[in-house]
């Protein structure tokens, strides 16, 4: 099992682009929910998936959106990047919404130029 | 709004010595309490939950309701041990929210 899996890795973009994350769960986890960690700070929570719907939301503005899909999969896109965006984007998966155990994916750096 | 707060940034200690990290949170309901983990180059693993009691790796928490804390502790900390720690709780009906306080970088000497 390869656990949570993210892409890109690593990425560079400008101010005003737009930006696609990845992430795939865990085998036999449903849920997704994603946070942004910015350079000395613990994780924040952006949004969380279930049965394709976002259940849950952080204190994000709506430049911040995601998807999620039938297997599961999720998506994180943030539009009109701005320098802030620049951060570890955390992919994280549990069984159920209510899973007591969320499993992290390596993360997504962004780096907004 | 909900907080947590864990203190110290960084945290020396020799080997064998007893450690404890230090988190405290606001107070908001009965929130769930957990401690995560993560140690060079390894992803952000789940380490404890209060709600199941358990010690893992030799660490326990004790959840003090009135001074809303949930300090891990560890009587003799191994050089393993050296990591990062966030205390984060779950509040209410949040399912996947957890809310991470700034992490503790522990650091074992030998």
């Known amino acids: 099992d390869a656990g949570v899996t993210q892409s890109p890795t690593h990425l560079i973009k400008t101010r005003g682009q737009q930006v696609t994350l990845r992430c795939s769960p865990k085998s036999g986890h449903d849920t997704v929910s994603w946070y942004q960690q910015a350079l000395g700070q613990g994780p924040q929570f952006i949004f969380q998936y279930y049965e394709e719907e976002e259940r849950q939301r952080g204190n994000f503005p709506d430049r911040f959106s995601g998807h999620q899909f039938p297997n599961y999969s999720s998506e994180l896109n943030v539009n009109a990047l701005l320098l802030g965006d620049s951060a570890l984007y955390l992919c994280?998966?549990?069984?159920?919404?209510?899973?007591?155990?969320?499993?992290f994916g390596e993360g997504s750096r962004l780096t907004v130029l | 709004a909900q907080r947590v707060t864990q203190p110290e940034k960084l945290l020396s200690v020799f080997k064998g010595a007893p450690v404890e990290l230090k988190c405290n949170y606001s107070?908001?309901?009965?929130?769930?309490l957990f401690w995560y983990v993560q140690y060079s180059r390894q992803r952000l693993q789940l380490l404890l939950r209060h709600i199941s009691r358990e010690s893992i790796k030799g660490f326990t928490a004790d959840l003090n309701k009135g001074e809303t804390s949930f300090h891990l502790k560890k009587p003799f900390a191994q050089e393993e041990d050296s990591a990062m720690y966030y205390c984060?709780?779950?509040?209410?009906?949040?399912?996947?929210?957890?809310?991470f306080g700034q992490g503790t970088i522990l650091t074992v000497h030998p």
């Open positions: 984060a709780p779950r509040y209410g009906t949040s399912y996947g929210k957890l809310t």
């Open positions: 994280a998966s549990s069984r159920g919404q209510g899973g007591r155990e969320l499993f």
């Open positions: 107070y908001s309901g009965s929130p769930e």
